[in-house]
């Protein structure tokens, strides 16, 4: 019972400063105990704003890729009904995971498809044959809803949708 009393803070003996310097003293020394437990775990403000600055750089490359791949398909959509009219070529908007095979260069987020791979023309992708389908979909790292067992002239339109309205 004596204890108890002992705890108990008599008015005006501990000032609201105290208290909360207290409070922050016992954070401090808890985050420290978690460090040496944790083996090092805690992470610095400045770990952490290299990351998020690192994680916004990431998103604003994706969110101004996808405004230009839009606008080009914009453009695009418009030549429609011409099967000569030079297509512009889209920006990447999805990263690789692995590297691309077979000669396809590696691409970061916003880079335009080279012109050896993206086709010139409408005519030009309508005409594509199965390995210029296949190099487009691992430069984009895409598959353009492309599924097992769809015929040519299925894949040749499912890049068509793409190129144009995305």
Same mark, same amino acid.
């Given at each position: 019972?004596? !204890?108890? @009393?002992?705890r108990?803070?008599?008015?005006?003996?501990?000032?609201?400063? @105290?208290?909360?310097?207290?409070?922050k !003293?016992k954070?401090?020394?808890?985050?420290?105990?978690?460090?040496?437990?944790?083996?090092n775990?805690?992470?610095?403000?400045?770990?952490? =704003? =290299?990351?998020?600055?690192?994680?916004?750089?990431?998103?604003?490359?994706? #969110?101004?890729?996808?405004?230009?791949a839009?606008?080009?398909?914009?453009?695009n959509?418009?030549?429609? =009904?011409?099967?000569?009219a030079?297509?512009r !070529?889209?920006?990447?908007?999805?990263?690789?995971?692995a590297?691309?095979?077979g000669?396809i260069? &590696?691409?970061?987020?916003g880079? !335009?498809?080279?012109?050896? #791979?993206?086709?010139?023309?409408?005519?030009?992708?309508?005409?594509?044959?199965?390995?210029?389908? &296949?190099?487009?979909r691992?430069?984009?790292?895409?598959?353009?809803?492309?599924g097992?067992?769809?015929?040519?002239?299925?894949?040749?339109?499912?890049?068509?949708?793409?190129?144009?309205?995305?």
């Open positions: 019972n004596d !204890r108890k @009393q002992a108990q803070v008599q008015p005006g003996l501990v000032s609201e400063a @105290q208290i909360h310097a207290s409070k !003293r954070t401090a020394i808890e985050f420290a105990h978690a460090d040496e437990t944790y083996g775990a805690m992470v610095t403000q400045a770990q952490m =704003t =290299t990351a998020l600055d690192a994680a916004l750089d990431d998103l604003s490359t994706k #969110i101004t890729a996808t405004i230009n839009e606008s080009t398909r914009r453009y959509s418009s030549t429609i =009904t011409s099967d000569t030079r297509l !070529r889209i920006p990447k908007t999805v990263p690789n995971g590297p691309p095979e000669g260069p &590696d691409a970061n987020v880079d !335009r498809c080279p012109a050896n #791979i993206f086709p010139a023309t409408k005519a030009q992708l309508q005409s594509m044959n199965q390995l210029a389908i &296949d190099n487009l691992a430069w984009y790292n895409q598959d353009f809803g492309i097992v067992g769809d015929t040519i002239k299925e894949q040749r339109e499912k890049v068509l949708e793409f190129v144009y309205w995305g």
